[in-house]
C-alpha cells in the first residue's frame, strides 16, 4: 500500500510541475494554444532535450529569422499525467463455451480495459451486427441498442486493468469489435 502511495504521491508532483511549467509559458506569451497543437514561437530546445522530454516539435523558419514550431499535444498531456485513451484500449475476447442443454452453442465473451496510462474508459460500444441470445444476458452487462451497436456495462466506466465478461447462446458466433469508447 505505501509503494501504491509512493507512486500516486511522484505522479502528482510531475503533473504539478508540469502544470506550473505549461502556465508560466502560456502567461509570458511563449506558447499560443491553436486547436490540438501548441504554436511555440520561440522555443530554444535543442534536439536532445526535446527527446528527453518526449515533445515532437516541427521547427520552421522564415525570412527575418524567426522560428517557430507544432508540438504534439498528446504527448504533452501523457507527460503532465493526462490519462489519453482509445478504442485499442479495450479488447474483446470470445470462445466457445459448452453448450446449453438444448445443443445451443454457447460463447463467453470478456471486455478487457488494458489502457497503459491507467485511464477508465466508459461508454463502450461494440459492433455487434443483431446480436440477439437463447441465454438471457443482464442488460446491464451488455445489450443491443440497435442494429451493429451494443452497450457493455451500461456505459459506466471500466477501470484500466478490469473486465468484464458474459455468455450468450446461438447458433452462432457473433463477430464482436469495438466501435467507439468515451475517455
Not at 59 to 79: D, I, P
Not at 102 to 116: H, R
Amino acid at each position: 500500500m505505501a509503494c501504491f502511495h509512493g507512486l500516486v504521491a511522484r505522479r502528482l508532483a510531475a503533473a504539478f510541475l508540469n502544470f506550473v511549467f505549461i502556465s508560466s509559458l502560456l502567461q509570458h506569451g511563449e506558447l499560443d494554444l491553436i486547436g490540438e497543437a501548441v504554436q511555440i514561437p520561440s522555443m530554444d530546445l535543442t534536439a536532445q532535450s526535446r527527446k528527453l522530454l518526449g515533445i515532437e516539435l516541427n521547427v520552421t523558419t522564415t525570412g527575418r529569422g524567426f522560428v517557430g514550431g507544432v508540438a504534439n499535444v498528446g504527448k504533452m498531456m501523457e507527460m503532465t499525467g493526462e490519462e489519453v485513451c482509445s478504442k485499442d484500449d479495450i479488447v474483446v475476447h470470445q470462445e466457445a463455451t459448452p453448450p446449453l442443454p438444448s445443443g445451443i452453442p454457447t460463447y463467453t465473451v470478456q471486455v478487457l480495459n488494458t489502457c497503459p496510462s491507467g485511464c477508465a474508459v466508459a461508454g463502450i460500444h461494440l459492433s455487434c451486427g443483431w446480436y440477439g441470445s437463447a441465454r438471457l444476458v443482464d442488460p446491464r452487462i451488455f445489450r443491443r441498442l440497435s442494429y451493429n451497436d451494443c452497450l457493455v456495462n451500461d456505459g459506466a466506466s471500466l477501470p484500466a486493468g478490469d473486465s468484464i465478461s458474459f455468455q450468450y447462446a446461438n447458433s452462432f458466433r457473433y463477430p464482436l469489435s469495438v466501435s467507439s469508447v468515451t475517455c
